[in-house]
C-alpha cells in the first residue's frame, strides 16, 4: 500500500463548476500537507501549505485536512479552462521526507 | 526575484552515456533537492543538499549523484544511463533544510530522454 493515495482522473468538469481534488494517507506522522499544480511541461507550483486539521482559503481555493479519517482535499470554486493542470498532493512529518500522490488531471470545459 | 532555474530543459543520450544536470536556486535558497518524476511512480526524492553538503538520500543506485557549490547551485549526475532513466528531472529549493517547515519551490526541470 502506497503511503498517499490519490485518484489519477482525468477529471472533466464544465466551467465554474466546483472542484473537489482528494488524498488519503496511511502514516499518522504527517503533519505538514500541500497542494501543488502542474501544468504540462512545467515544474509544481505551490498553491496552499497547511498545517494539521482545519480549513485554509486562498481566493477560490480552499484546502481541508481531516486527519481523523487522514483525509485531506483541495476545492476549487469557479473553475476556469485555466485550471486544466494536474494536481499534486504532498505531505510530510517533521522529518525531510516528502511523499507526493501521482496527481490528479483536471480537466475544465470552456 | 528570479524562479528556480534549471537547465538544459531537454535532453536525449544513449545507454550507457553519463548526464549532468544543473539547478539554480532562488536568491538566498541554501537547500536543494532533487526529485524524479515519471508517470508511473510520481515524484521520487533522490536527495537534498544543503550548505554544500549532502543530508538526505532517497532510495536510488549509487549512479545518481550530486553535488552543491558555495554559491548553493547544484548539479546532480547520472552514469551509464538506462531506459528506465528517462523521466523529468526536478530541483525544488528552500530556505531551510527540508526537515523544517520551510516550504520548497520547484524548477521547471530537465526532460531527460534515454535511448
Known amino acids: 500500500q502506497k503511503e498517499v493515495e490519490q485518484d489519477p482522473g482525468p477529471l472533466s468538469v464544465p466551467e465554474g463548476a466546483i472542484v473537489s481534488l482528494n488524498c488519503t494517507y496511511s502514516?499518522?506522522?504527517?503533519?505538514?500537507f500541500m497542494w501543488y499544480r502542474q501544468y504540462s511541461r512545467k515544474g509544481p507550483e505551490l498553491l496552499m501549505y497547511?498545517?494539521?486539521?482545519g480549513n485554509k482559503e486562498d481566493g477560490r481555493f480552499t484546502a481541508q485536512v481531516d486527519k481523523s479519517s487522514k483525509y485531506i482535499s483541495l476545492f476549487i470554486r469557479d473553475s476556469q479552462p485555466s485550471d486544466s493542470a494536474t494536481y499534486l498532493c504532498?505531505?510530510?512529518?517533521?522529518?525531510?521526507?516528502?511523499?507526493f500522490g501521482t496527481g490528479t488531471r483536471l480537466k475544465v470545459l470552456a | 526575484k528570479a524562479g528556480v532555474t534549471q537547465t538544459p530543459r531537454y535532453l536525449i543520450k544513449t545507454r550507457g552515456q553519463q548526464v549532468t544536470l544543473s539547478c539554480s536556486p532562488i536568491?538566498?535558497?541554501?537547500?536543494v533537492s532533487w526529485y524524479q518524476q515519471t508517470p508511473g511512480q510520481g515524484l521520487q526524492f533522490l536527495f537534498e543538499?544543503?550548505?554544500?553538503?549532502?543530508?538526505n538520500k532517497g532510495n536510488f543506485p549509487g549512479r545518481f549523484s550530486g553535488r552543491q557549490f558555495s554559491n548553493s547551485r547544484s548539479e546532480m549526475n547520472v552514469s551509464t544511463l538506462e531506459l528506465g532513466d528517462s523521466a523529468l528531472y526536478l530541483c525544488?529549493?528552500?530556505?531551510?533544510?527540508?526537515?523544517?517547515?520551510?516550504?520548497?519551490?520547484f524548477g521547471p526541470g530537465t526532460r531527460l530522454t534515454v535511448l
Open positions: 525544488a529549493s528552500s530556505l531551510e533544510p527540508l526537515s523544517s517547515t520551510d516550504t520548497q519551490y
Open positions: 502514516n499518522s506522522a504527517f503533519q505538514y
Open positions: 497547511t498545517y494539521s486539521s
Open positions: 504532498a505531505m510530510k512529518a517533521g522529518t525531510y521526507k516528502y511523499i
Open positions: 536568491s538566498g535558497h541554501r537547500s
Open positions: 543538499y544543503f550548505s554544500e553538503t549532502q543530508r
